[in-house]
């Protein structure tokens, strides 16, 4: 692996780390702007905010969850683009893309 493709990673990586903080400070809006996941035992591939640990994550292949869990999907495509991610969780709007 390259220079350049571990900064783009860790720069993805922080992105998500970003989004989750954002999260923690305005729980309000993971209530209103994302799908609650409520009684799954596992988790379909796509990208969760965890309440509970303020973190933001690609699944990319089905996970088992905890009994009680506060999770919330914010997209079924764990390839989602971080820009996209960050307006959905913070404006609650699908299907954005840069530059629309």
């Given at each position: 692996?390259s220079?350049?493709?571990?900064?783009?990673?860790?720069m993805?990586?922080q992105?998500?780390?970003?989004?989750?903080?954002?999260?923690?400070e305005?729980?309000?809006?993971?209530?209103r702007?994302?799908?609650?996941?409520?009684?799954?035992?596992?988790?379909?591939?796509?990208?969760?905010?965890?309440?509970?640990?303020?973190?933001?994550d690609?699944?990319?292949?089905?996970?088992?969850?905890?009994l009680?869990?506060?999770?919330?999907?914010?997209?079924?495509?764990?390839?989602?683009?971080?820009?996209?991610i960050?307006?959905?969780a913070?404006e609650?709007k699908t299907?954005w893309?840069?530059?629309?």
């Amino acid at each position: 692996m390259s220079v350049e493709e571990r900064r783009s990673r860790e720069m993805m990586q922080q992105d998500l780390m970003d989004i989750g903080a954002w999260l923690v400070e305005h729980p309000e809006a993971a209530t209103r702007n994302l799908e609650p996941i409520r009684s799954a035992k596992a988790l379909q591939p796509g990208v969760y905010y965890n309440m509970g640990t303020g973190m933001v994550d690609r699944i990319f292949t089905p996970q088992r969850v905890a009994l009680g869990h506060k999770m919330f999907r914010i997209s079924r495509d764990p390839a989602t683009p971080a820009e996209e991610i960050r307006h959905k969780a913070l404006e609650g709007k699908t299907r954005w893309r840069q530059g629309s």
